[in-house]
C-alpha cells in the first residue's frame, strides 16, 4: 500500500537547520498493522504526518498504492487526505462545543454528503465502538476513553483505507488502554484497514504486526 523511499525533513529555526527525518525507506502492506517506536524527538510524528499528506517531505516520495501522493497538487492532495486517511490523535481534537454525533459527523458534512447520510453513518460507527447511549453528549461529559472513541470513529467516517493513529493511549488510564486495544484489534479484523500506530507502549506495539524503531530521524534495526 505504502512505499516511502529517500524521505528527509529539515526545519529551520532560530540556530539553525533541525534534521527531523534523515532518509526514510519503509514499505507498509495493505490490512499490515506496523507500530512505530521511538524516544520523544526520533521523527515518529513527523514521519506519520508525511505518510498522511498533513506535511510534505524536503527530499523522496511516498507512494500510495502506485500513485506518488505529493505529485497531487491542491484540492487533489485535499482529497486524497480526506477520503483515503483516517487520523486519531493523542488529544482527541474533538470540538467541545458539538456533542459525539456532530463530532463524527462533521468530516462527512465536509465532504458535502446529505446530513441524513452523515447522522445515520455516524450514529451507526458510534453504535459499533460503543457509545450509541451517548451520542448526545459533548467531550466535555465523556471520559478520556469514550472521547477517544469518539474520535475513532470520526475517523472512520470516510471509511478511509488507512489510519494513521498518534499516540492514541498516551493520556488514558490502564483499563481505558486495553479498551482501546481492543477496539483496534476488531476495527483490523472487522474492516481490514491498514493501521500505522505511533505509541511510547512496547505492549500495544506488541499487539500489532510489525514494529519499527526510530532514532534521530532513523529506522534502526529491532
Known amino acids: 500500500m505504502i512505499e516511502v523511499q529517500g524521505v528527509k525533513k529539515r526545519f529551520s ?19 499490515e498493522r506496523v507500530a512505530i517506536l521511538g524516544s520523544s524527538g526520533a ?16 527530499e523522496g516520495s511516498v507512494q500510495f498504492e502506485g500513485e506518488d501522493i505529493f ?18 490523535f493523542q488529544f482527541h481534537q474533538l470540538l ?37 447511549h451517548r451520542l448526545l453528549h459533548k467531550p466535555g461529559e465523556l471520559s478520556g476513553g469514550e472521547q477517544q472513541r469518539v474520535a475513532i470513529a470520526r475517523a472512520l467516517v470516510r471509511m478511509p483505507r488507512l489510519l494513521l493513529a498518534d499516540e492514541p493511549t498516551g493520556n488514558l488510564d490502564s483499563g481505558t488502554t486495553a479498551e482501546i486495544y481492543r477496539l483496534l484489534e476488531r476495527l483490523h479484523q472487522e474492516r481490514g ?15 500489532m504486526d510489525r514494529m519499527i524503531h526510530m532514532d534521530d530521524g532513523l529506522l534502526v534495526p529491532v
Open 71 to 88: 505529485a497531487l497538487r491542491g484540492g487533489a492532495l485535499d482529497e486524497f487526505r480526506n477520503q483515503r486517511v483516517g487520523f486519531v
Open 13 to 31: 529555526t532560530p540556530h539553525g537547520v533541525v534534521e527531523v527525518l534523515r532518509g526514510i525507506d519503509l514499505t507498509i502492506k495493505t490490512g
Open 193 to 207: 484497514l491498514t493501521m500505522v500506530v505511533v505509541t511510547h507502549s512496547l505492549p500495544l506495539a506488541q499487539r
Open 96 to 132: 467541545p462545543e458539538f456533542n459525539a454525533l456532530e463530532n463524527v459527523m462533521m468530516p462527512a458534512l465536509v465532504a458535502r454528503r446529505s446530513r441524513k447520510e452523515a447522522t445515520d453513518c455516524a450514529q451507526e460507527l458510534l453504535e459499533e465502538v460503543g457509545l450509541g
Open 43 to 58: 521523527g515518529k510524528t513527523t514521519l506519520m504526518h508525511i505518510l498522511g499528506a498533513l506535511d510534505r517531505p524536503n
